[in-house]
């Protein structure tokens, strides 16, 4: 048992600390100069406050109790950790001790004072994704990993990892299927680019187009992803379009693009854009990026699923392995009979072929 005299944290301590230091750094000025925001400051704090407390404990200045909420709250976002890591492949072996894992972190949350509804609920839902995949799947390893990235898909500003980009391209470029490709949420187009040049290389491509969907309206998050000096240079505000950057980075694709400046209706939307809508004919690739939320899943599945072809059009859902993305794994698990899985590239993209609506 530890000494009275040493600090033992709990779970209001430890949350008003955090509230504090968010107040804190929130309120602290900020210079666009400078290459922290305060996502970054705070991560820094905490880190800082957390290496003292490792150093405390060395030193034998504070107990380690493995069930207070500090201790708790780390092996909470190592497991969180885990299941991100295997949503990245999602090999078999893995499912066994994944499962064991969750079951013992909810276990422990059970008598914590860190019993938080939210983080029950996100493990859980893992659970129940683990549990029904558990049955033998139709799951394939694409081909994409030898496919090359040329000079203007990498000057392309992107959220995706490299084999994410790769396995876009691979799957444009074999695809044997009839219809275009859409793609919904595209960002600056490094996705677009690789799609277009798979699309370019397919023999049977005919004449395929790839449409493009997306607000293309800039908010203050997508700074985390302007390393390009270009883009940096040019200082989008919020609420400003970045269309015409967009066609930049995607000028040598522009005859197999056809761009749709829009936005999915699902009772929430704020920007005063046109409804996505779905004119064309048969769908044989939809690239699912909008958002991971489901309502927007809902509103897609509205719009574009009459023109998908039963046994052929194949949905990658890009947002699928994200941690924010439960509600992205329960949609296609409520679809089982309609999306079989079908590919599963490295990073958070999970492709599914459309077997046909049920009667």
Known sequence: MASSGMHQPDVRSFAKDLEVEAIRTSTGATDAGVGFSISTLREMELARRLCQHVHDVIDGRSFFDRYAVNAMCMRVLLMIGSVQSYFREELPSDKARLLDGLRGILNELEGSNLCDPKIRSFFEEAVRYLKAASAPETLQRPGG???ELSEA???????LCRETLRYYKWLARTFEGAGDIVELGSWMGSSTA???EGLSQNLNRERKAIHVY???IWR???KTYTEDPELRAANIRAGESFLEYFWNYTEPYRDLIDV????LRTGTEQLALPATEWGGGEIGILVMDFAHDRASNEAMWRVFGPSFRSGSTIVVFNQFGNIPAGEVREF??????QLVPLHKPYGSAKAFRFQGFVE
């Open 145 to 147: 990993e030898g496919e």
């Open 153 to 159: 898909v990498q000057r392309i500003p992107t959220m």
């Open 194 to 196: 690789c799609l277009a």
């Open 214 to 216: 997306d607000s293309f």
């Open 220 to 222: 203050e998050w997508m």
């Open 260 to 263: 749709h400046q829009s936005v």
């Open 332 to 337: 296609c698990r409520e679809k089982v009979q």
